[in-house]
Structures are given as structure tokens and as C-alpha cells.
């Protein structure tokens, strides 16, 4: 399959990167950046930095836009760089690329991607969806072109994590995600009700750093920063969740997760702005065009994870 990234790019992101450059299903057309965990900017030379660390210079990068739809600013909450650092990657210092960014835009990307490859192509959002929504708002018909979507994003099930009802992505650009979830677009929302449960903890992080390359080493320390600030913010755990790279896992592999057919919304008025929920105006509709994961095979999951990034940062360098 063809993916096109969309990433906001912390330390998730940094490990769906390299999900998607470790499975052998997937050919990673380009990284398409935006904004949440860290600016747009920083986020994009981390894409490049990743890609470059991970031995693929060759994936193309490409700047989309700075802030939410509705919005003239962006500016990143503290509690973001609480949990990624102030770099978005762990506060680690890696090489900047030897390459810039290219010189098209995101949007124009994503829609020269739907018409070249089709049902062949699936992108995977990991931070807001304002890229995907300006894209489907200049070329509607994509919808019908693009293979699927795969979003990190939402809570159907469960609490959300910024507050009882939201999800973080969700809330950074509400109303683009309501606008690409009532699109039609075939979409699978891989939200906190699968992530949380996929955790990764200290014993599996000293396997990458046991490799002995500069990879294993990065990805490691970029965890780490990320598992303790889990200790603060969700004790309970008992680890970190592996947001970012269980979409990418289901792009490769649906099967790894349950998933409920609804046709779903966000709602962008009153004091739920943010929820994603069931489209009651869709209920009785037999199209659905989403599915939402409510159930995860979390054993399989991991063992998924490990082995393929595992592999990837051996051989990186």
C-alpha cells in the first residue's frame, strides 16, 4: 500500500514513522507536516531528522498548515511539551537532515496522491485533521479516490484526555474533523479506546538500546522521556500508550482490531465541542462509511510493534 503520514511529529509519531518504514507492506509515499504536540516547523525537521536517523532520506516531507481551520495562531499547550519534550522528540538531540522540506504543499500533496494511486492509497493522521479537511474542501471528489483513512484520534468508549469528553487531536481543530468525519471519506478512527491499552515500558525500550546503533540508542532515550511523563500524568498505566503507531498498525493490519461500523461526528457547538460521537442523522443510514476500533489484540499488537521496529533500528545504520 501507499501511506502518506500526517504527523504533528512528537515521540508517537516518531514511532509510527518508523511502524510504517519497519513493515514491508508499506511504501511510504511522504510525511505531510502539522501542528499539536510542537509547531508545524519543528515537527517537520523532526519528520526529516527521523527519516534521515532511520536510514530513509528518501521520504519526501512537505509543510502543511500551522494552525487549526478557524483559527489565525497556533501556539503549543505546556502539558504538550511536558509529555514530548520541548523539541517534540524527548528534548534528544539528533542531526538536523541533510535535506529541506519540498517546496509543494501538503494539501496538494495529499490531493496529487489520492489521484495517482487511488484505492492504493491510505493516509494515516496522527495530530488534527486540518491538513485532510483543506484538502477535501478544495478537491471534494477525493473522497471517493482515496483508498481509506486510518486517524489517531477520538474517544467513542472512554473519557477523553484533554477533558472528560475530547480527545487531544479532536480538540486542536474540532471542526476540520467533523467536516472530514461527515465527508464520506472511508475512515477508521483508532481512538483512546484501543491506544491506552497498547503499552510499552523500560524492559522494551533497553531493547532498542542493547541493538548498540545510534537508531536504537535515539529511539530509546525519545521514549523513555516519554514513559516517565507518563508516571506523572497516568500512573496508573504503568507505562506509555502507543498512540500514533496502533494506526499505522491497523493501515497494515485491520484485524488487529475490533471495529464497530457508525457513521460518526464531532460536535462543535455548546460545552461538548470536541466529542466524537455517533452521527445521529446517519443511524439509520446501512451505508457506513467509518469504523471506530473499540477492541485491540494488544499481544499481537506489540509483538508487531517490537519486531518490526526493532529490526528497522538494527539495520539502520
Known amino acids: 500500500m501507499k501511506m502518506i503520514l500526517d504527523l504533528d511529529t512528537g515521540v508517537d509519531d516518531t514511532l509510527a514513522i518508523a511502524y510504517a518504514l519497519g513493515s514491508p507492506e508499506v511504501d511510504l509515499i511522504g510525511i505531510t507536516g502539522t501542528y499539536g504536540n510542537v509547531l508545524m516547523e519543528q515537527g517537520v525537521r523532526n519528520a526529516l531528522a527521523i527519516t534521515e536517523l532511520l536510514g530513509h532520506p528518501e521520504v519526501p516531507v512537505y509543510k502543511g498548515l500551522p494552525h487549526a481551520s478557524t483559527k489565525d495562531s497556533f501556539e503549543v499547550m505546556p502539558i504538550s511539551a511536558f509529555i514530548h519534550g520541548e523539541n517534540g522528540i ?14 509543494d504543499s501538503a494539501v ?22 486540518t491538513n485532510l479537511a483543506a484538502a477535501l474542501r478544495k478537491a471534494p471528489e477525493i473522497k471517493d479516490e482515496i483508498g481509506r483513512e486510518v486517524l489517531m484520534g477520538g474517544a467513542l468508549t472512554v473519557p477523553g484526555n484533554v477533558n472528560a469528553w475530547t480527545e487531544a487531536n479532536i480538540s486542536q481543530d474540532p471542526d476540520a474533523a467533523n467536516f472530514v468525519f461527515r465527508s464520506g471519506i472511508p475512515a477508521t478512527m483508532v481512538g483512546l479506546d484501543v491506544t491506552l491499552q497498547t503499552l510499552l515500558t523500560y524492559k522494551e525500550t533497553q531493547r532498542w538500546r542493547d541493538l548498540g546503533t545510534a537508531a536504537g540508542k535515539a529511539l530509546a532515550d525519545i521514549t523513555d522521556f516519554y ?22 498498525g491497523v493501515a497494515v493490519d485491520p484485524t488487529l482490531v475490533t471495529l464497530l461500523p457508525i457513521n460518526m461526528k464531532v460536535d462543535v457547538e455548546g460545552a461538548t465541542r470536541g466529542r466524537t460521537i455517533g452521527n445521529e442523522e446517519e443511524l439509520t443510514n446501512p451505508v457506513k462509511t467509518m469504523d471506530v476500533a473499540v477492541g485491540v489484540d494488544v499481544p499481537r499488537f506489540l509483538n508487531e510493534f517490537m519486531t518490526r521496529i526493532t529490526n528497522l533500528a538494527a539495520q539502520a545504520d
Open 227 to 248: 514513559i516517565k511523563a507518563y508516571e506523572t500524568t497516568a500512573p496508573y498505566l504503568g507505562g506509555c500508550g502507543l498512540h500514533d503507531p496502533l494506526a499505522v
Open 90 to 103: 524527548g528534548d534528544v538531540d539528533i542531526p538536523d537532515a541533510t535535506r529541506d522540506a519540498q517546496t
Open 108 to 129: 496538494d500533496f495529499i490531493i496529487d496522491a489520492a489521484k495517482t494511486y487511488g484505492k492504493d492509497l491510505v493516509i494515516v493522521p496522527t495530530g488534527p485533521q
